[in-house]
């Protein structure tokens, strides 16, 4: 049963989102290769936490600077999508302990396969139509494709790296389709993200410490 919201702003994307879209993928696909990095050298939840709070700063600041306050409501929502965007980056992170980047990548890309079944039962207007459900069905066969052809026989290790890829993929689209039913009207982009990551902090540095990680192993400007 499709339960009720406000539709989506939009059906389709103009030039200017597009573009946006593609410039972010590109950032999204260094971005593993980034947190490799930093794992040989920071614990993966205590590193993502650390990520959290330094953009926490700087989107504060940015916010200060367009004099837009902080906490406009929905501090609730704001709980619930920072949970969600924390324990996803703590999945990503501690993914990329086992697996390797491109691995990583390709299945957290995966997002609009949970994405368009979540927005087929929970957002009006987003149905998952048989086009779309044919193009998304041959999307994921080339991803199997592309899994198949250069990674060969992944071991226990890569296994469990690829499960927690695809479950921080999954929790992604879970975190949009919440944001869309019941903060897209409701607050701007700008405090979405400011409660993601100022609510994923405390998330994250607690897994840091239930999970015994030893923060820091060494630094050097590569890892930073």
């Known amino acids: 049963m499709m339960m009720g919201t406000d539709p989506a702003v939009g059906d389709k994307l103009d030039a200017k989102a597009a573009i946006l879209l593609t ?29 959290s709070v330094i953009a926490r700063v700087c ?12 906490f406009p409501g929905r501090l609730i929502d704001g709980l619930i999508v920072g949970f969600l965007f924390g324990v996803e980056f703590g999945f990503l992170y501690s993914a990329l302990l086992y697996t ?19 927005a087929h039962f929970f957002l009006i207007g987003d ?27 992944p071991s226990k ?7 927690l890829a ?12 919440y944001i869309k039913r019941r903060l897209v009207t409701a607050v701007s982009p700008y ?5 993601q990551i100022l609510f994923s902090i405390p998330i994250l540095f607690l897994l840091s410490f239930i999970f015994r990680e030893t923060p820091v ?6 890892i930073l």
């Open 157 to 163: 290790l890569q296994i469990t790296g690829d499960f």
């Open 166 to 177: 695809i479950s921080a993929a999954a929790l992604c689209a879970l975190t949009t389709v």
């Open 191 to 195: 405090h979405t993200l400011f409660y």
């Open 100 to 118: 390797t980047a491109s691995s990583a990548s390709i299945l957290l890309y995966t997002t609009p396969f949970f994405h368009a079944l979540g």
């Open 23 to 51: 410039v972010l993928c590109m950032i999204w696909g260094l971005n593993a290769v980034a947190i490799k990095f930093s794992n040989e050298g920071i614990a993966p939840l205590f590193g993502a936490g650390l990520r």
């Open 127 to 153: 149905r998952l139509s048989w086009n779309k459900a044919a193009g998304l069905i041959l999307s994921f066969v080339g991803i199997l494709i592309l899994l198949s052809s250069h990674l060969g026989l």
């Open 59 to 70: 989107l504060m600041i940015w916010m200060s600077r367009k004099r837009l306050g902080l």
């Open 217 to 222: 192993h060494h630094v050097d400007w590569l």
